[in-house]
């Protein structure tokens, strides 16, 4: 029987996932881990951006550095100053615990950090705050290694005789690091010459803040993505400068979004031309006087601290697409006790967290019984067929992600017995997801007519909301 968890992370999704496996009952020991000095994960933004970016950045193995301040070390996050969530706020909420009713539809950051900061509020005594986790490594049990953020570790980048590692036996790890940290910067034909010729030129959606920031620029401004961080800043850029700005897209979006005139649509790239500030797009086109270049495509997945496992001949990660060994997303079928939390694309990750963290208190506890390994990798296999090894691997897209969900839900339903029991759909919000790219756009359309936001109130009035199927 489990007795110890670690939990990495203190976001929301690491505390839903202490909270599930606390309130479950039968462990001895929980503790969670934050390189942070407090909760919220990456909702808690920073001015400060980090401008050391790899280009091309395409090495899972790389290490992201914290920037050091009079004060704290600081880990820049994906969170924006003006970022308003594209996801109703009631779809953000955990069992028992709910956004003030004035809350807009879609809120800003502040109000989603201020939510996840008093969900957390009783779980800060069970987390070690300003303490990173270095290495983690399986043998009769999981030995978890974690430093010290400080000054005398460099923000727990370098071991310290002063402040010594603590390395601590647990029965079982979880994961809840998030997906948005290792910035993907694809390698493009002529991307190194050009940064070399232009070495302030190159941005990604991660050092983004504002759009402000952009306004100076001389030139155009191309902005490469299509989901959810290279539709807004274009978006944000457009409605605050009044100047054009372009977007490289491979595809349509899945993601709601805000649109204007003032965006022009592009589409791949061929390649850069640094010597004429050039970029050349697949069918032809040309766009000149390039003076600045935003990727928006996203982020590599990086377990920094599973050095051993990682050069192994089962990695979890290989090339940074996906996570090795995985079944349904979550639970490693190679390494019994390791499981990784709401790392799935398109989803919405505090509801999904509660559910995992509940669906793996029970998995531990011995009340759902796992297939046998054969069936486990066999569902690896079968899905690795139809998608490929992609970024898209772990995707889940509505409806899938309520399918995926309900699929965990059954498993708990089966073994419950007065433990934890994760909040259920209802018939609104099951219409909020249905509808949340549209209700984004009349949103935003709302605000730019009258200044205001609209509420949950507002929405459930709208007749694109009738909850029947």
Known sequence: MCKSVCVIGGGACGLATVRAILEEGGFEKVVGFEQRASVGGIWNYSELADQNLNIPSV?????????????????????????????????????????????????????VLDYVSRYGED???HYRFNTR????????????????????????LKESDAVPDTTEEYDAVMVATGVYDLPLIPELTGLREWHEKFPNTILHSKTFRSPRELAGIEGNILVIGNSASGIDICYQFARCTRRKIYKSARSASRVPGGTSDLVIEMPDISHLEPQTASVYFVDGRRLD?????????????????????????????????????????????????????????YVLPFHVAEIQGTWL???LQKKIALPAYVEMASQERQLLSSRGSRPSFHDLLYPDDIEYMNLLMEDIRMASDGGFLPKEWTEM?????????????????????????????????????ETRQ
Request: hydrophobic share 40%; charged share 25%.
């Open 123 to 125: 779980l800060r005594q």
């Open 289 to 345: 006087n390039v003076g600045c270049i935003v990727f928006a495509t996203g982020f590599l997945r990086s377990l920094p601290f599973f050095a051993e496992i990682n050069t192994s001949d089962k990695p979890l990660i290989t090339d940074g697409n996906r996570i090795h060994g995985l079944y349904r997303h979550c639970w490693s079928y190679e390494y019994p006790g390791l499981a990784f939390i709401a790392i799935s694309r």
């Open 429 to 465: 919000e099951i219409a909020l997801r249905r509808n949340t790219k549209l209700l984004k756009a009349r949103c935003l359309q709302h605000f730019e007519r009258t200044g205001h936001h609209l509420t949950l109130r507002d929405a459930l009035s709208m007749d694109i909301m």
């Open 59 to 111: 090495d899972p193995l790389a290490v992201v550095n914290p920037i050091k301040t009079a004060q704290c070390y600081v880990w820049p996050n994906a969170v924006y100053d003006a970022l308003e969530t594209n996801t109703p706020y009631p779809l953000m909420e955990f069992r028992d615990h709910k956004f003030p009713e004035t809350t807009p539809l879609f809120p800003h950051r502040s109000a």
């Open 361 to 363: 208190a029970k998995i």
């Open 133 to 156: 986790v270095v290495d983690v490594r399986r043998r009769h049990k999981w030995l978890v290694r974690s430093r010290a953020v400080c000054d005398a570790t460099e923000g727990g």
